[in-house]
């Protein structure tokens, strides 16, 4: 709700400037508010594409979390097992503990039975047992027998308290090792809570870069839609200009007409056409600019008076005006495209205060060849021809240098 309310106060905000921008009232006032909304929406891609690529670096940040969760918690499940094997190998000890005591326990009730049978009876039971030898080889016998009655039990009880003693031993190694594995156990709980919460910060930025990527989007799309507003502006303005200058020229054309109908003679309108190309080429001769542009310029001129032809490229029957500048050109050895629009982006760009003769003129529609001191000579219309004329009459879209 709060990122739509804020798209909707940025639509509006626009909108009022777009609004105030229809109230303008020349050309060059819409162009300077284009400019400065094609350097907000300039602004805007910068922006996108710098969140863009933070956010990127986040996503790489949290599938690297992401891997590493898995990696701790594959560890945990590994520690879970071991901890549940050790576990059962300490309940078999404890059992073997048990029995291990148990059978000591009962060795041991049965020595001090003896114990207690020979301190209550005395030596005089084994004297006796002795002296009921009747023999050297009998007496021996039952001395080394009662001998190894105490051997055995001192043996077996040794015994027992070793066995004892190592299950002991390994019930407590096993709790040591359990002890380890359960510490273990639980720092890697503590690494996954840490993953966990760092993953969820990450993805909680994620989501700050994500709204602020839209609300980016959404300023750009903004300014998309003034400038393409402007634009209808400005080409509705140039449409009635050029309506305006078309209507002027049609008078001007009309009124020459008339005045050569009353002339009524095609040698004078010759002779008028000589004095006129012999103007130009004094025009070219006086201006600075390279040799080959000069002869390009001066070739030019040698066809004004010729016809306007729609669609045509010659340049003794008749050309428009792409096509003149084209066949002129194609004279000297250049190839360029056949439309007016087209050829505004052949040769060299230069600024109109750097034109030079043989350097091309572009207008909205329209191409000429300049021929310097602020003149051009071109196809102008089917009334008038190829003509010469100001360089300035309509607004200049672009200088373009083709020979240097």
Known sequence: MKRLKEALALILILSLSVTSGVYATTIDDIKKQKQETQKQLDKANEDISELTEVRKGITDEIQQIDDDLVEVMTSISILEDEISDIEAEIEVKKVELEDAIEVMNAQYEAMKARIKFMYEKGDATYAQLLFESKTMGDLVNKAEYIDEMYTYDRQKLDEFIAAKEAVEAAKIALEEKQEELE??????????????????????????????????????????????????????????????????????????????????????????????????????????????????????????????????????????????????????????????????????????????????????????????????????????????????????????????
């Not at 050895?333 to 091309?360: C, K, N």
Request: proline content about 2%.
């Open 183 to 404: 510490t273990a156990h639980y720092e890697l709980e503590e690494e996954k809570n840490e993953l966990n919460t760092l993953l969820n910060e990450k993805k909680e930025e994620a989501e700050d870069y994500d709204n602020q990527i839209a609300k980016a989007k959404q300023e750009a799309a903004a300014y998309k839609a003034q400038i393409k507003q402007q634009n209808n502006q400005i080409r509705k303005l140039e449409e009635e200009a050029r309506r305006k200058a078309e209507e002027e020229r049609r008078k001007a054309e009309e009124a020459r007409k008339k005045a050569e109908e009353a002339a009524k003679s095609d040698s004078s309108s010759s002779s008028s056409n000589e004095s006129k190309k012999e103007e130009a080429a004094s025009v070219v001769s006086s201006s600075n600019g390279s040799a080959k542009g000069k002869d390009i310029a001066n070739y030019a001129c040698k066809f004004i008076g010729n016809p306007y032809v729609a669609g045509g490229t010659s340049l003794t029957d008749g050309a428009d005006c792409s096509g003149f500048t084209m066949s002129v050109y194609q004279a000297f050895g250049y190839s360029l495209p056949r439309s007016s629009t087209a050829q505004r982006s052949a040769g060299t760009g230069v600024t109109y205060a750097e034109a030079q003769p043989g350097d091309i003129l572009c207008y909205a529609g329209h191409v000429a060849i300049y021929i310097g001191n602020g003149q051009i000579v071109h196809a102008s219309t089917p009334a008038s021809g190829i003509k010469i004329g100001s360089a300035t009459y309509r607004e200049i879209l672009a200088v373009r240098r083709i020979v240097d």
